[in-house]
């Protein structure tokens, strides 16, 4: 498609349940990024993928959380046993080039918004 | 005006304004800066880009400045909209194309 597509627009877990958050990119991306945003603030850089495999995975929790990439597939967000501090607005962003520029930005999906109670 | 601690700075302007959202960066090796404009309940929109070889960059009334010396990036917005109503953020890209943004400022249109 023409736009990053996320589902769903809004999650409602209890705290330690699961939560999977899913993003297709636009048709001929070969990248995929997923940043966190908290509070309409900060957003944190949490992993990258370069088709399937991941490319940057530095801003990923050591625990609870895991992504994929699969082919033919929409790309995941995985959290495990959520926590109250998991709630924020995840967006998935999608670029032809690791190489942002005016001419291949990165296109952003509008988020999930992910609220734990 | 500004708010500070947990709120958004914010900056109000009267229609027909000129609007001028500054930022600082941290990484003194970055060498690309972005603009985003993100309305509520929507993904980051890219406005305006700039490379670390350039200091001014002009759009379609907006303009970015960049002062490599003290780290800084602004963005002017002429003849400020209601529709220019948002966060703005700038971003700078990292190894790897990941984007680090810095705080965002919520700029209010008064008609």
């Known amino acids: 498609g023409e736009e990053v597509a996320q589902t769903p627009k809004h999650l409602v877990r209890g705290e330690g349940q699961k939560a999977k958050l899913y993003c297709a990119p636009i048709?001929?991306?070969?990248?995929v990024f997923w940043y966190q945003q908290v509070l309409k603030n900060e957003f944190k850089f949490l992993i990258s993928?370069?088709?399937?495999?991941?490319?940057?995975e530095t801003g990923m929790p050591k625990e609870r959380f895991s992504a994929k990439c699969l082919p033919n597939s929409p790309c995941s967000l995985e959290i495990q046993a959520t926590k109250l501090e998991d709630s924020a607005v995840y967006f998935c962003?999608?670029?032809?080039?690791?190489?942002?520029?005016?001419?291949?930005?990165?296109?952003f999906g509008d988020g999930t918004r992910l609220s734990i109670l | 005006g500004e708010s500070v601690g947990l709120h958004l700075p914010t900056l109000s302007v009267q229609e027909g304004d000129n609007s001028i959202i500054n930022c600082a960066y941290s990484?003194?090796?970055?060498?690309?800066f972005i603009w985003y404009k993100q309305e509520s309940g929507k993904g980051p929109q890219f406005i305006i880009d700039?490379?670390?070889?350039?200091d001014k960059r002009q759009g379609q009334r907006v303009t970015v400045l960049l002062n490599k010396t003290v780290k800084h990036l602004s963005l002017q917005i002429a003849a400020t909209q209601p529709g220019d109503s948002a966060v703005y953020f700038c971003?700078?890209?990292?190894?790897?194309?990941?984007?680090?943004f810095g705080q965002g400022t919520e700029l209010s249109v008064k008609p």
């Open positions: 990484n003194s090796a970055s060498d690309y």
């Open positions: 993928f370069q088709n399937e495999n991941v490319f940057d």
């Open positions: 048709k001929g991306h070969s990248y």
């Open positions: 971003a700078e890209t990292h190894q790897g194309g990941k984007l680090i």
């Open positions: 700039i490379r670390s070889n350039m």
């Open positions: 962003a999608s670029s032809q080039s690791v190489r942002v520029s005016s001419n291949q930005p990165q296109h």
